[in-house]
């Protein structure tokens, strides 16, 4: 990459790993358009935002998992509605949590509730590995085909194209989230 030297190519790699932790979605987007421009190392950054993206999923369960050990959580998880959305967890854990991952603002609280709901471990994991593969896939695809489609100077702009959609994608969760408040 021209804006890094290849001895500290491990500062990119670094943050491809850790944006996930901050927002899932504009990492992964920025991410394809990055290795757009950039096509000798996209095997890299492919490699790095997935992990990056799994990493940020797995701890999440741990705090579902340790919210059910709470006084409080007992009380809540007695409740009718709560019931039946254990139940359907449980039992269909592994859908629930391949879909979630393409619904917006669905996948952090279904991550929390299948810790909370006692999901096993090893299915949580290897339902969002599954499910990060498949979306990191259709992304990158997404940008690589399109790139293929209009050419060259769409290579130029891409990161600037997925920069704009990730500042405009974060400017629409803030309002939302400031008219809430």
């Known amino acids: 990459m021209d804006f890094i030297a290849d ?3 491990w500062l990119l790699y670094t943050g491809l790993f850790i944006a996930p932790f901050v927002q899932e979605d504009t990492a992964v987007i920025g991410a ?5 421009s950039h096509s000798d190392h996209w095997m890299s950054i492919f490699a790095m935002i ?8 797995s701890w999440k369960y741990g705090l579902g998992w340790a919210a059910r050990h709470h006084k409080w959580a007992k009380k809540y998880a007695d409740h009718e509605r709560v019931r039946k959305l254990r139940s359907s967890v449980i039992n269909h854990s592994a859908k629930t949590l391949i879909a979630v991952r393409f619904l917006p603002l669905a996948r952090i609280p279904t991550y929390l509730a299948a810790g909370f709901f006692g999901v096993p471990y090893h299915k949580y994991w290897l339902s969002i590995a599954f499910s990060a593969v498949v979306y990191v896939s259709i992304i990158f695809a997404s940008f690589h085909i399109l790139g293929e489609i209009i050419g060259e100077q769409l290579k130029t702009y891409m990161p600037l194209v997925a920069l704009g959609f990730a500042l405009v994608l974060g400017i629409a969760f803030f309002i939302r989230y400031r008219k809430k408040h």
Do not use: E, K, P
């Open 50 to 57: 997935l992990i990056g993206l799994i990493a940020s999923d």
């Open 7 to 9: 001895s500290n190519m």
């Open 32 to 36: 394809a358009g990055l290795s757009v």
